[in-house]
Structures are given as C-alpha cells and as structure tokens.
C-alpha cells in the first residue's frame, strides 16, 4: 500500500550524512526551526453571515476575513455551505484510493498521466523529503471524467462546492482590498484549478521527516478539508505553531498569488505537515489558480512585486524546486525598481 520510501531513501534515513561542500545552497532558515510552542486554534468564521446576515452582520464577516488574511495568512470557516455529508464521502472515498497497492495507484488511469506523487524520489537529505503521497487532481480530470463512480462524483460535489466558497471568499478579499471582484471568476477557471488528496502514512523517524515540507502555495487560496490527527503547522510572529483541528472547520488560508496582487496587504504564510510515527493522516485541498496566461498586476504606485504571469511564477518555482530542493516563490519577483 505504502510507496516504497524505506527501499528508496535507505541511505537517508539510517545513516547519518553530512555535507561540507561549500557550493550546497543554504537552506531556508524555516527548515531549521524544530520547537513548536504551541497549539492554537485559528480565527474561526462563521461566513453564513454573507449570505444570511443583515448588512452589519454581512460587513463584520467581511472584515473578520480580512483581518485574518492580513495578520495570519490562515482561518478557518463554518457554515461554509459544504456539507458534513460530502466531506464524510470524501474522506472515506479517499482511504479506499489510497489503500490500493502502490503499483495500482502509481499507474491509476482514473486521472491524467502524472496525477499520482509521491516523495519525492529525488530527495537528497532528510529535510526535502515528504513523507506522504498525493492524487494532484485538476478539476477537468473531475468535470471531464465519464466514469460514474461514487469517486468521481464525491470528487465533483466537493470540487464545485469548494469553488463557490473559493469565489465568495476572494471577492471578499478583492472589495476589502479596494480592488475588482470579478477578477476571480473572469481569470480562475476549471484548467488551472485543481484538487490535491493527500496521505500522510506514519513514519519511523517523524522528528527528523516532514510529512510536507515547509512551503507557501502558489495560488491565490486554498480550502482545506483535514482529519482529526493533527500535523500542520504555520509560522505565526517568528515561531511555528501547531494547528488544532476543528471537525466542523474548513481551513482557508493565502496564497503567494494574492500576496503579490495585494501588495502584500494578504500574508501568504509558510506552513508544513508534521509527520507522526504510528497513526495515518488524510486531507484534501482545493487550489483557486488563474489561467496560466493571466498576470499578476498590483494597481498601486510603488508596488512591492513586479507583474508577472502565473505561468512564470510556476516555471519559476519548478526551476527553483529542481534546482535548489526547495521552493523560493514571491522573493524571486521583487520590485527593484523602487
């Protein structure tokens, strides 16, 4: 069931490797940090107000969102308007996925060639490793998909349903910003944006392995449907901190590219999943993209990125993460003009 990560990272995980060359590049200082001081519960929004709420109420939860964008780069929602009765599908149908033999799923034709990751394999220290394995879904593999099965059509409730809430909270954020709200639904589009089921199985040295590593997302949000085990973790004031799962609770948080659209008024906040040594851990996560055509433009005068498209932005990443072994992301498109 499990890919085969004893058999390829042998080497890493039981002998102990140091490295003295000097042209090794330095690793982000994120990856150094091992003391969690503690377990918080993030901003908890109930977003029924937008559509339920007078418009005091509605002007609150705009603001609640807005504030937690700003200051903590995550929150989590309730009454998000996705019911218990598909996440409870959705997780289910995703352990019975993921408990098929590796050499099933790593040759799946359910999705597109490509859809199934796991490692990765090209790891070449303990601190690029992720201990975990993932269906990347895009949502035409989902919308597109003629095979009826209680999968596909779990997939695509959750899917549509992420989308909306993904759309509701962005042209939040846009109106809070100053900036256009339709820009969401005009430039974000089913190609682009996709699905992500994780699984993180347990791990025999979860002190020193990341279940996924320290990383910000390179989109605008992302929705986050996870179990109860626990294991992600965000930096919050210099410090990482650990988040308590909340069982009615989606967790929404920034992306780099509403970072940059902002101006960095939104924080796109690093984060990782820690692995644990004897119990399994299952997520999902729905990625809101633009087209990869479509740039990211702020509108104010002295802007702290340059424009850039998002597809740019992603060939830049996969050079860095291939390059480096780890994510650089927004740094890499400051304005150094002002």
């Not at 990482?240 to 909340?246: G, M, S, Y």
């Not at 659209?261 to 993209?289: D, I, Q």
């Not at 498209?309 to 780890?326: C, I, M, N, P, T």
Request: hydrophobic share 35%; aromatic share 12%; proline share 6%.
């Amino acid at each position: 069931m499990d890919p085969p990560f004893n058999e390829i990272y042998k080497n890493l995980l039981f002998k102990q490797i140091t490295n003295t060359e000097n042209n090794v590049p330095q690793i982000p200082f994120s990856f150094s940090i091992t003391a969690v001081v503690e377990e918080v519960e993030l901003p908890l929004i109930d977003v029924s107000r937008l559509i339920d709420g007078a418009e005091k109420e509605r002007e609150i939860c705009k603001e609640e969102i807005a504030r937690a964008s700003r200051e903590w780069g995550f929150f989590q929602v309730i009454n998000h308007g996705i019911s218990m009765d598909v996440l409870e599908k959705m997780r289910q149908e995703q352990i019975r996925v993921f408990r098929e033999p590796f050499d099933k799923k790593s040759k799946s034709e359910r999705f597109s060639a490509g859809s199934y990751r796991w490692g990765p394999p090209s790891a070449t220290c303990l601190r690029q490793l992720s201990w975990s394995e993932a269906f990347h879904v895009p949502m035409t593999d989902i919308s597109d998909n003629k095979d009826f099965t209680t999968l596909r059509s779990t997939m695509e409730k959750f899917a549509s349903e992420s989308e909306a809430l993904a759309y509701t909270l962005a042209e939040v954020l846009a109106e809070k910003s100053g900036r256009k709200s339709n820009f969401f639904k005009e430039k974000c589009v089913r190609n682009t944006c996709y699905l992500r089921m994780n699984r993180y199985p347990p791990c025999p040295k979860p002190s020193e392995v990341y279940g996924l590593m320290p990383h910000t997302d390179s989109d605008f949000l992302t929705i986050l449907y996870q179990d109860q085990v626990g294991g992600l973790q965000l930096i919050k004031d210099n410090r990482w901190i650990a988040v308590k799962p909340n069982p009615r609770a989606l967790i929404i948080n920034i992306g780099d590219l509403f970072q940059a659209w902002s101006n960095g008024m939104y924080k796109s906040v690093e984060h990782r999943v820690m692995t644990n040594p004897t119990v399994e851990r299952f997520s999902t996560a729905y990625f809101l993209c633009p087209s990869y055509d479509a740039f990211i433009e702020c509108s104010v005068y002295c802007p702290t990125y340059r424009n850039f498209s998002f597809r740019e932005f992603r060939q830049q990443v996969q050079e860095d993460v291939k390059k480096l072994g780890f994510k650089v992301g927004l740094p890499r498109f400051v304005n150094h003009l002002y």
